[in-house]
């Protein structure tokens, strides 16, 4: 069945946007039982006790999730969209850097409009692909580590193995906070600030 109309293209199926959206609250619980943990006084928003436990249940269905999305991709078209195309990387990340700083502000057409091969322009697929094959996995693998302290190495030159697996987690666990606060941002802009956010209760994206 042919979804696509003139102006909206059916990009996202029903389980894609399943695992968006639970993606989307076990990260939010993640990051506020996360901060609550990591600046720990009586006036947090969870309590420590109670953020600990609902920080290690988020992860562990994270991981859930992940291995979901991971498999999903591997037998269904939607891996397609995290092969990055080597030739003219940089020509397409300069394009599109060009667009978000300077084009979208002049009412410039997008350099990589949205379609069924290509739901990602080239800053957002490097992005995705940075963010859900490696930095999703490295917080995961770090947080069984501080779950199971026996399976984390003793030491690494010198420093506590099981230091260095917390800083890792706390790093990796900021990096992707920012990251889904500029994706949040960037979801603003379409054909209005909320199209979007309703493509993920839909599936449909509406073009310019």
């Known amino acids: 069945m042919n979804h696509q109309t003139e102006e909206r293209l059916y990009l996202y199926p029903v389980w894609i946007r399943i695992w968006h959206m639970m993606n989307a609250l076990l990260c939010l619980t993640l990051i506020i039982t996360g901060l609550s943990i990591q600046f720990a006084n009586p006036n947090t928003v969870v309590k420590f006790n109670t953020a600990v436990s609902m920080h290690n249940i988020a992860g562990i269905l994270l991981t859930i999730s992940y291995v ?3 498999t999903g991709n591997l ?3 939607n891996g397609s969209h995290y092969v990055i195309p080597v030739k003219g990387f940089m020509i397409r990340m300069k394009n599109q850097f060009y667009y978000y700083t300077i084009g979208l502000f002049k009412k410039e057409n997008a ?13 957002q697929q ?8 490696a930095m999703v996995p490295f917080v995961i693998l770090s947080g069984w580590g501080l779950l199971y302290p026996d399976i984390t190495i003793k030491s690494f030159v010198g ?3 099981l230091d260095l697996t917390d ?3 706390i790093f990796a666990g900021f990096t992707i906070s920012i990251i889904m606060c500029v994706h949040i941002y ?7 600030p909320l199209s979007n956010f309703k493509s993920m209760l839909n599936g449909f994206h509406e073009s310019h």
């Open 111 to 123: 350099p990589y409009p949205v379609t069924e091969e290509s739901k990602f322009n080239p800053l």
């Open 167 to 169: 800083l890792m987690h």
């Open 159 to 161: 420093f506590s193995g």
């Open 126 to 133: 490097t992005t995705y692909v940075v963010l859900m094959y």
């Open 68 to 70: 979901f999305f991971f």
């Open 186 to 192: 960037f979801c603003t802009i379409g054909k209005n």
């Open 75 to 77: 037998f269904t078209m």
